[in-house]
């Protein structure tokens, strides 16, 4: 998405911060900042809306001062690193809750941390759906990740451990 932004003619730079909610779209003639942003805008969707200029000042002041807003590449990055982070909390937790041995719980990590790669990649090409989209992503992923793990974990163990990630993810 980044890169589609950067396509954009007058934009010399792109760059998300990483919440993946906001954009930064540095310009090489301000004075076509509005043609910039209504493309912008075809790219991200019809919820796009430029910000108030406080809140836009307060935006660019953070870039400047070095908070981390992201390039085309570096997302994938974060999102590999995100997906590695979460998988391994919400399923060491429940498998732990399940009473699962070390060897299936680090098989059901890698399911997980499969299927979060996969969808932050498609997120990253799409942006982020509402909360409801999202919510109902996160529980075809947590389905998909049961059926792939019903070779190596019981009936009894796959529903305690589904349970647990559901229950720590709908909170």
């Known amino acids: 998405m980044l890169a589609q932004l950067q396509s954009v003619d007058g934009v010399a730079q792109a760059r998300v911060d990483w919440t993946g ?7 090489r003639k301000p004075s076509k900042a509005e043609a910039a942003v209504e ?10 809306r430029r910000l108030e200029s406080k809140d ?3 935006q660019i002041q953070s870039f400047v001062t070095g908070a981390p ?13 995100e997906a590695d982070v979460l998988a391994t909390r919400y399923v060491t937790d429940a498998a732990r809750s399940a009473g699962l041995d070390d060897p299936r719980t ?16 498609r997120l990253e ?23 792939r ?4 974990l019981t009936e009894s ?12 993810c709908t909170k």
Do not use: N
């Open 149 to 152: 793990s019903r070779d190596f």
């Open 21 to 27: 909610r906001s954009f930064l779209l540095i310009l």
């Open 56 to 58: 836009e000042r307060e």
């Open 69 to 81: 807003w992201l390039r085309p590449g570096e997302t994938a990055r974060m999102s590999a690193h």
């Open 106 to 121: 680090a098989r059901l990590i890698a399911l997980a941390r499969e299927e979060l790669t996969s969808l932050f990649e």
């Open 39 to 48: 493309a912008a805008t075809k790219i991200l969707g019809p919820s796009t």
């Open 157 to 168: 163990e796959a529903e305690r451990v589904f349970e647990a990630i559901r229950k720590c």
């Open 125 to 147: 090409q799409t942006g982020l759906p509402s909360r409801d989209v999202m919510s109902k992503e996160w529980g075809a992923l947590v389905d998909r990740v049961a059926d």
